[in-house]
Protein backbone atom coordinates (compact mmCIF):
# COMPACT_ATOMS: atom_id res chain seq x y z
CA UNK A 1 0.00 0.00 0.00
CA UNK A 2 2.50 2.41 0.92
CA UNK A 3 4.28 1.43 -2.46
CA UNK A 4 1.09 2.51 -4.37
CA UNK A 5 0.35 6.06 -2.18
CA UNK A 6 4.30 6.83 -3.17
CA UNK A 7 4.07 5.60 -6.70
CA UNK A 8 0.81 8.10 -6.52
CA UNK A 9 2.70 11.21 -5.16
CA UNK A 10 5.41 10.61 -7.82
CA UNK A 11 2.64 10.38 -10.38
CA UNK A 12 1.00 13.43 -9.36
CA UNK A 13 4.51 15.04 -9.09
CA UNK A 14 5.32 14.15 -13.00
CA UNK A 15 1.55 15.59 -13.70
CA UNK A 16 2.44 18.69 -12.41
CA UNK A 17 5.92 19.70 -13.61
CA UNK A 18 4.44 18.30 -17.03
CA UNK A 19 1.41 21.08 -16.51
CA UNK A 20 4.14 24.12 -15.49
CA UNK A 21 6.06 22.88 -18.53
CA UNK A 22 2.65 23.19 -20.79
CA UNK A 23 1.42 26.55 -19.10
CA UNK A 24 4.66 28.00 -19.82
CA UNK A 25 4.96 26.59 -23.70
CA UNK A 26 1.56 28.47 -24.20
CA UNK A 27 3.06 31.50 -22.37
CA UNK A 28 5.99 32.06 -24.36
CA UNK A 29 3.61 31.23 -27.56
CA UNK A 30 1.06 33.41 -26.57
CA UNK A 31 3.71 36.07 -26.44
CA UNK A 32 5.44 35.70 -29.54
CA UNK A 33 2.01 35.93 -31.39
CA UNK A 34 1.57 39.70 -29.55
CA UNK A 35 4.89 40.74 -30.33
CA UNK A 36 4.91 39.53 -33.92
CA UNK A 37 1.10 41.99 -34.23
CA UNK A 38 3.08 44.93 -32.51
CA UNK A 39 5.75 44.46 -35.32
CA UNK A 40 3.11 43.63 -38.37
CA UNK A 41 1.59 46.99 -36.83
CA UNK A 42 4.70 49.01 -36.57
CA UNK A 43 5.88 48.10 -39.63
CA UNK A 44 3.33 47.29 -41.90
CA UNK A 45 3.44 49.28 -45.47
CA UNK A 46 -0.66 49.89 -45.31
CA UNK A 47 -3.85 48.22 -44.44
CA UNK A 48 -7.56 48.02 -45.23
CA UNK A 49 -10.89 46.95 -43.23
CA UNK A 50 -13.71 47.18 -42.41
CA UNK A 51 -14.82 49.05 -39.83
CA UNK A 52 -18.23 49.22 -37.21
CA UNK A 53 -18.36 52.66 -35.93
CA UNK A 54 -20.04 54.39 -33.11
CA UNK A 55 -19.61 58.02 -31.96
CA UNK A 56 -21.37 59.35 -28.87
CA UNK A 57 -21.53 63.32 -28.11
CA UNK A 58 -23.55 65.06 -26.35
CA UNK A 59 -25.89 65.73 -29.05
CA UNK A 60 -26.53 62.06 -29.15
CA UNK A 61 -25.14 58.73 -30.72
CA UNK A 62 -24.31 57.46 -34.43
CA UNK A 63 -23.57 54.74 -35.82
CA UNK A 64 -21.73 53.76 -39.31
CA UNK A 65 -20.14 51.19 -41.39
CA UNK A 66 -17.61 52.25 -43.71
CA UNK A 67 -14.06 50.97 -45.32
CA UNK A 68 -10.66 52.06 -44.27
CA UNK A 69 -7.85 52.16 -46.69
CA UNK A 70 -4.81 53.47 -45.05
CA UNK A 71 -1.18 53.64 -46.73
CA UNK A 72 2.26 54.48 -44.74
CA UNK A 73 2.78 57.40 -47.01
CA UNK A 74 0.61 59.15 -45.54
CA UNK A 75 -2.51 58.41 -47.94
CA UNK A 76 -6.21 57.24 -46.84
CA UNK A 77 -9.46 56.77 -47.81
CA UNK A 78 -12.62 56.37 -45.34
CA UNK A 79 -15.38 55.17 -47.86
CA UNK A 80 -19.03 55.29 -45.70
CA UNK A 81 -21.29 52.08 -46.66
CA UNK A 82 -24.22 52.74 -44.11
CA UNK A 83 -26.43 54.04 -43.54
CA UNK A 84 -28.05 54.14 -46.93
CA UNK A 85 -28.05 57.85 -46.79
CA UNK A 86 -24.38 58.34 -46.62
CA UNK A 87 -23.60 55.58 -48.79
CA UNK A 88 -20.89 56.65 -50.76
CA UNK A 89 -19.67 59.41 -48.96
CA UNK A 90 -15.63 59.94 -48.98
CA UNK A 91 -13.01 61.44 -47.04
CA UNK A 92 -9.56 60.87 -48.92
CA UNK A 93 -6.17 62.43 -48.54
CA UNK A 94 -4.48 61.64 -51.74
CA UNK A 95 -0.97 62.83 -50.76
CA UNK A 96 -1.32 66.57 -52.10
CA UNK A 97 -4.94 67.33 -50.53
CA UNK A 98 -7.44 66.58 -48.17
CA UNK A 99 -10.96 65.62 -49.77
CA UNK A 100 -14.63 65.08 -49.28
CA UNK A 101 -17.30 63.55 -51.76
CA UNK A 102 -20.96 62.80 -51.90
CA UNK A 103 -21.36 60.54 -55.17
CA UNK A 104 -25.55 61.45 -54.20
CA UNK A 105 -25.50 65.03 -55.27
CA UNK A 106 -21.75 64.51 -57.16
CA UNK A 107 -20.42 67.18 -55.03
CA UNK A 108 -16.71 67.35 -53.87
CA UNK A 109 -14.89 69.70 -51.35
CA UNK A 110 -11.15 70.86 -51.16
CA UNK A 111 -10.90 70.75 -47.41
CA UNK A 112 -7.07 71.58 -48.56
CA UNK A 113 -5.14 72.58 -51.29
CA UNK A 114 -1.67 71.93 -49.54
CA UNK A 115 -2.49 68.91 -47.65
CA UNK A 116 -4.15 68.44 -43.52
CA UNK A 117 -5.96 66.27 -41.59
CA UNK A 118 -8.95 64.51 -41.17
CA UNK A 119 -10.18 65.70 -37.54
CA UNK A 120 -10.99 62.09 -36.87
CA UNK A 121 -7.63 60.47 -38.27
CA UNK A 122 -6.13 60.08 -34.34
CA UNK A 123 -8.89 58.48 -33.24
CA UNK A 124 -9.46 55.79 -35.96
CA UNK A 125 -6.51 54.85 -37.87
CA UNK A 126 -4.00 52.37 -35.75
CA UNK A 127 -0.59 53.70 -37.04
CA UNK A 128 -1.98 56.83 -34.62
CA UNK A 129 -2.75 54.86 -31.76
CA UNK A 130 0.16 53.01 -32.15
CA UNK A 131 2.52 56.33 -31.98
CA UNK A 132 0.94 57.13 -28.77
CA UNK A 133 1.43 53.89 -27.59
CA UNK A 134 5.34 53.67 -28.16
CA UNK A 135 6.39 57.07 -26.95
CA UNK A 136 4.45 57.12 -24.11
CA UNK A 137 5.84 56.28 -21.10
CA UNK A 138 2.36 55.07 -19.48
CA UNK A 139 0.94 53.13 -21.78
CA UNK A 140 0.11 50.05 -20.33
CA UNK A 141 -0.92 46.12 -21.68
CA UNK A 142 -3.48 43.34 -20.90
CA UNK A 143 -4.95 40.09 -21.50
CA UNK A 144 -8.50 39.99 -21.47
CA UNK A 145 -11.56 37.06 -22.54
CA UNK A 146 -14.23 38.48 -24.24
CA UNK A 147 -16.92 36.22 -25.76
CA UNK A 148 -14.73 33.53 -25.44
CA UNK A 149 -12.06 35.00 -27.32
CA UNK A 150 -8.57 35.50 -26.03
CA UNK A 151 -7.56 39.53 -26.81
CA UNK A 152 -4.45 42.02 -26.09
CA UNK A 153 -5.67 45.15 -25.10
CA UNK A 154 -3.48 48.05 -25.45
CA UNK A 155 -3.77 51.23 -23.83
CA UNK A 156 -1.86 54.51 -24.71
CA UNK A 157 -2.63 58.07 -22.65
CA UNK A 158 -3.22 60.66 -25.85
CA UNK A 159 -3.69 63.83 -23.81
CA UNK A 160 -6.17 65.05 -26.15
CA UNK A 161 -8.11 67.31 -23.75
CA UNK A 162 -11.09 65.44 -21.85
CA UNK A 163 -12.93 63.89 -24.77
CA UNK A 164 -10.12 62.60 -25.94
CA UNK A 165 -7.99 61.27 -22.71
CA UNK A 166 -7.09 58.05 -23.36
CA UNK A 167 -7.51 55.01 -26.28
CA UNK A 168 -7.70 51.14 -25.98
CA UNK A 169 -6.21 48.67 -28.68
CA UNK A 170 -7.91 45.44 -28.66
CA UNK A 171 -6.09 42.71 -31.07
CA UNK A 172 -7.32 39.35 -31.62
CA UNK A 173 -4.44 36.87 -30.17
CA UNK A 174 -5.71 33.90 -32.27
CA UNK A 175 -6.11 35.81 -35.39
CA UNK A 176 -3.57 37.93 -35.41
CA UNK A 177 -4.97 41.01 -36.23
CA UNK A 178 -6.65 44.13 -34.65
CA UNK A 179 -10.24 44.08 -33.18
CA UNK A 180 -11.61 47.24 -31.53
CA UNK A 181 -9.97 50.78 -31.30
CA UNK A 182 -11.68 52.55 -28.48
CA UNK A 183 -11.31 56.63 -27.81
CA UNK A 184 -11.77 57.80 -24.05
CA UNK A 185 -13.29 60.86 -22.27
CA UNK A 186 -11.77 61.64 -19.18
CA UNK A 187 -14.24 60.08 -17.20
CA UNK A 188 -13.63 57.21 -18.37
CA UNK A 189 -16.87 57.30 -20.88
CA UNK A 190 -16.40 55.43 -24.56
CA UNK A 191 -17.22 58.51 -26.91
CA UNK A 192 -15.58 56.71 -29.82
CA UNK A 193 -15.49 52.74 -31.04
CA UNK A 194 -14.33 50.45 -33.98
CA UNK A 195 -14.63 47.36 -34.68
CA UNK A 196 -13.04 45.76 -37.60
CA UNK A 197 -13.21 43.11 -39.60
CA UNK A 198 -11.58 41.66 -42.56
CA UNK A 199 -8.11 43.45 -41.21
CA UNK A 200 -5.43 42.91 -44.54
CA UNK A 201 -1.62 44.04 -43.65
CA UNK A 202 0.35 45.25 -46.26
CA UNK A 203 -2.94 45.37 -48.57
CA UNK A 204 -1.99 45.85 -52.03
CA UNK A 205 -4.04 48.79 -53.47
CA UNK A 206 -4.79 49.18 -57.26
CA UNK A 207 -3.10 52.63 -58.60
CA UNK A 208 -6.82 54.52 -58.11
CA UNK A 209 -7.36 53.78 -54.49
CA UNK A 210 -6.70 56.91 -53.48
CA UNK A 211 -7.86 58.73 -56.15
CA UNK A 212 -11.50 59.34 -57.37
CA UNK A 213 -12.49 60.33 -61.50
CA UNK A 214 -12.96 64.01 -61.51
CA UNK A 215 -12.40 64.57 -57.32
CA UNK A 216 -8.76 65.21 -57.51
CA UNK A 217 -8.69 67.60 -60.64
CA UNK A 218 -7.50 70.99 -60.36
Known amino acids: ?28 ESAEKKADVKEKITSMSGYSCDAEIN ?56 LSKTGGDFDGKSKIFISEFMKSYLSGSDSSEEEVLF ?19 YQKLWIDVDEGVPFRLQTFDDKNNTVFSADFSDFKFDADFSEDEFLIPGLNAD
Do not use: H
Open 1 to 28: MNKFFKMLKYFNIILAVGGVAFICACSG
Open 147 to 165: DGKKYDVLLANVGGGKYFA
Open 55 to 110: VKSNKGENSYSARISWEKSGKYKIETESPEILKGNVILFDGKGLWQYNPNIESKIS
